[in-house]
């Protein structure tokens, strides 16, 4: 499912609401998360997952089309762990 996507769903499933107010609330929360995440926060959702960052250190890469060495810097990277309850639901069929 994309952003699109779960506006257009949510918006059919509350007609009292419009598709722009929709768009607007689905906005806000997007963005308050990357808030979050910026400012070295983590984002727990209960029963979907958390949200958090972590630190890549610099390394040495490799350029795959020429061999090259390449020198990787540092990096922020965003890391999800699944909850418990979207684990389950994922592997109810097993």
Known sequence: ???????ARLANENPHLTQKD????VSVILERMIGA???GGRVELRGFGALSVR???ARAGRNPRTGETVDVRA???P???S???LRARLNADE
């Open 1 to 7: 499912m994309i952003k699109s996507e779960l506006i």
């Open 22 to 25: 929709v768009e607007r609330v």
């Open 37 to 39: 995440l910026e400012g």
């Open 55 to 57: 630190s890549r250190p």
């Open 75 to 77: 990096k922020h990277v």
């Open 79 to 81: 890391f999800f762990k």
């Open 83 to 85: 909850g418990k309850e």
